[in-house]
């Protein structure tokens, strides 16, 4: 069974940095397409990140230079730094996994954790 905990949101001032981790059980983020999706209300919701099973990542334009997305093997766990944050990067931040490779679709995935919130203002 595929269990995704996020953790690490919080509030902050623009311009602040936050990096979230998703602790990943029953899925080896290493072998696997992971990525964050985030959404705030009235909004769709946007693939932020995305990391496939050979490492290579993706980033939503709003984010690019910006965040980061990153695994830790030995850890199980998948993380979201990001930095120089702006109001707009307000939302309710959500890992998710595919126990494949990437779908065309950044924010079609299977598995989803519960979310963590990011707050930031200006």
């Known amino acids: 069974q595929v269990q995704l905990v996020e953790s690490g949101g919080g509030s902050v001032q623009a311009g602040q940095s936050l990096r979230l981790s998703c602790a990943a059980s029953g899925v080896t983020p290493s072998r696997y397409c992971m990525g964050w999706i985030r959404q705030s209300p009235g909004k769709p919701r946007e693939g932020v990140a995305r990391i496939n099973h050979i490492g290579t990542t993706t980033y939503a334009d709003s984010v690019k230079g910006r965040f980061t997305i990153s695994q830790d093997n030995a850890k199980n766990t998948l993380y979201l730094q990001m930095r120089s944050l702006k109001p707009e990067d307000t939302a309710m931040y959500y890992c998710?996994?595919?126990?494949?490779?990437?779908?065309?679709?950044?924010?079609?995935?299977?598995?989803w954790g519960q979310g963590t919130q990011v707050t930031v203002s200006s």
């Open positions: 998710a996994a595919d126990d494949r490779p990437c779908r065309i679709s950044v924010t079609d995935f299977p598995y």
